[in-house]
């Protein structure tokens, strides 16, 4: 298995523009996790699917962000403007039922975003 | 409401040294728990979990983790270090069979391993 896959590995922007994250989740988990990583505030949550539908999106920052999965084998991160402070590295993880309810996460090696 | 709390920021080992790193947790409910290790520039990996089964965790590249109740700690360890343990160890909390599938991660422990 081929793991969580994301892209890009990098993406380096200027303020305003727009920014799509993309994920692919292990074949055959039902749950999509959006993390996001910075110095400042470690790991948080930003929104998780079940079988494509969105569950919780409280962590999701501000109407800036949008997330979506529209089929089990992909998912999207959209910021629209971005701004600096929107740096960070997010990332993708996916797990089936069993796991997410207990904790076992896969994660893809994330995407490093840095908005100048 | 759940959370843990790592106490050390940063732990340096020499090779072939044991390697502690504490983690309390604070949950009003039952918690499983666990570790992640985070090496450069990549994502997330589990090392191991506490579901309530045994309370002695083995995980893998011989680590292991113990869950005590009583002192509300999952301390992770290992007998001897090697040069490729040198990464970010995260301890997470989350309630034990819940429907709501968000993790506490701690803040995070870097370890670095002198030759």
């Known amino acids: 298995d081929a793991g969580v896959i994301q892209s890009p590995r990098h993406e380096v922007t200027e303020m305003g523009q727009e920014v799509t994250l993309r994920c692919k989740p292990i074949?055959?988990?039902?749950?999509l996790f959006w993390y996001r990583q910075t110095m400042m505030r470690g790991l948080e949550l930003l929104i998780y699917?079940?079988?494509?539908?969105?569950?919780?999106d409280s962590g999701m920052p501000e109407d800036r962000f949008s997330a979506k999965m529209p089929n089990a084998s992909f998912s999207t991160l959209k910021i629209q403007p971005s701004e600096p402070r929107d740096s960070a590295v997010y990332f993708c993880?996916?797990?089936?039922?069993?796991?997410?309810?207990?904790?076992?996460?896969?994660f893809g090696e994330g995407s490093r975003l840095t908005v100048l | 409401a759940q959370s843990v709390t790592q106490l050390d920021s940063h732990v340096s080992v020499s090779e072939g040294t044991p390697v502690l790193l504490r983690c309390n947790y604070s949950?009003?409910?039952?918690?499983?728990l666990f570790w992640y290790v985070q090496h450069p520039n990549k994502g997330l990996q589990l090392l191991l979990k506490?579901?309530?089964?045994?309370?002695l965790v083995k995980g893998i590249n011989g680590f292991e983790a113990e869950f005590k109740k009583s002192e509300t700690s999952f301390h992770l360890t290992k007998p001897s270090a090697h040069m490729s343990d040198a990464a970010e160890y995260f301890c997470?909390?989350?309630?034990?069979?819940?429907?709501?599938?968000?993790?506490?991660f701690g803040a995070g422990t870097t370890v670095t391993v002198r030759a």
């Open positions: 699917f079940n079988n494509n539908v969105p569950i919780d």
């Open positions: 074949s055959g988990h039902d749950y």
């Open positions: 506490y579901t309530s089964a045994a309370t």
């Open positions: 997470v909390v989350t309630r034990r069979r819940s429907n709501d599938y968000k993790l506490s």
């Open positions: 993880a996916s797990s089936s039922g069993a796991g997410a309810n207990t904790g076992e996460l896969f």
């Open positions: 949950s009003s409910y039952s918690p499983s």
